[in-house]
């Protein structure tokens, strides 16, 4: 049951770490607006057939019915393709990404350095991780971010604008990578600044990632107390993207949720299978190895068919309490995850 004291916006047809996101005055947040959809029309073959004249008569120059010109149908547009080629996903790629925001080194490695060279750094370390697969470059950056402070709103959130958005596309374009939209909503609503993304989503190379952790209401605050979602809302959002992809006919889009402890979401049951959709479990938290490995193993116990196994790990934060794990070790987790996430 999702415990909030806000009516949640509709998408389309449904009702539907810390210490350093905390020192953010993020330059460039703003809240964006949604985009305008389009339509598209198809041109119809009708073409009439004059009758023939009756035997022993004279035929006509002009016949009693002239035949309507015929028109060509319009070709059906070709299907929008992932970065790296085909529509699919999965099992075709494992994808393996860096987590970050360029404010703030310590929000995940995305943020530090040249841009370019962190897709080459995951490059190599993607080839680790093949195992008979193709690679996907992830570019999994915070766009809507966690506040200590409510802001005007009193939403304990920022938004990117989208000069900050679309830069990190460009980026993802030059390394036929994925960008996913990080959406850290606070006491918004993971619905609502979903839709403010929606000209983003409407890219074959961008899906979206959802951080639970850090949907709070009521009177919570961030850091404080974990947020929470539930498989219904996870649904809806799946659905909303399905949507998206059969009317513009894009690529499978990757809708990935952080979970940190089974409180963080609720009855993932009710995540629904979508031919356009791939949604996948990261199961987050920092430790040793044995610690990350026994969290991913709870967290899997339940872990429905329609989603996908993820794993995070910390470049920084697991080598203070154990070494990091190898790329060997993740492949050896049951099941092998299909995104493999570094932050």
């Known amino acids: 049951m999702r415990h909030t004291s806000q009516p949640r916006p509709s998408l389309r047809r449904f009702s539907v770490p810390l210490a350093a996101a905390f020192c953010l005055l993020l330059t460039g947040c703003v809240t964006s607006e949604p985009a305008a959809d389009g339509a598209s029309g198809q041109a119809v073959d009708s073409t009439t057939t004059s009758p023939s004249p009756a035997a022993g008569a004279a035929s006509s120059a002009s016949p009693s019915v002239s035949p309507a010109p015929s028109v060509a149908p319009t070709p059906a547009a070709e299907p929008l393709e992932l970065p790296r080629g085909g529509t ?57 971010v966690v506040q200590a402070s409510p802001g005007a709103d009193g939403l304990y959130r920022a938004a990117a604008n989208d000069d900050f958005i679309s830069s990190y596309l460009e980026a993802a374009r030059r390394h036929d990578a994925l960008l996913l939209l990080n959406v850290q909503p606070g006491r918004s609503t993971m619905t609502a600044e979903v839709e403010l993304l929606e000209k983003w989503l ?15 209401t009521g009177d919570q605050l961030p850091g404080v107390s974990y947020g929470q979602t539930s498989g219904e809302e996870i649904d809806q959002i799946a659905n909303y993207l399905d949507e998206l992809v059969a009317e513009h006919q894009l690529p499978q889009k990757a809708l990935v949720f952080h979970q940190v402890a089974p409180s963080v979401v609720t009855n993932e049951a009710a995540v629904g299978e979508y031919d356009g959709v791939e949604v996948i479990k990261s199961v987050d938290g920092i430790g040793a190895p044995g610690s990350k490995i026994e969290t991913y193993n709870q967290l899997m116990l339940e872990l429905p068919p329609t989603v996908n196994p993820g794993f995070k790990l910390f470049f920084e934060e697991d080598t203070v309490l154990g070494p990091l794990m190898l790329p060997p070790e993740v492949l050896g987790l049951d099941p092998k995850p299909d995104y493999v996430l570094y932050e």
């Open 88 to 144: 699919d996903l999965f099992p075709d790629y494992r994808l393996v990404g860096f987590s970050g925001h360029p404010t703030a080194e310590g929000m995940g490695r995305l943020g530090i350095g040249d841009i370019d060279e962190r897709v080459d750094e995951m490059e190599l370390l993607g080839e680790q991780y093949a195992d008979g697969r193709k690679v996907m470059p992830v570019l999994e950056l915070i766009t809507v």
């Open 202 to 216: 409407l890219e074959p190379d961008v899906g979206l990632a959802l951080d639970p952790e850090w949907d709070i």
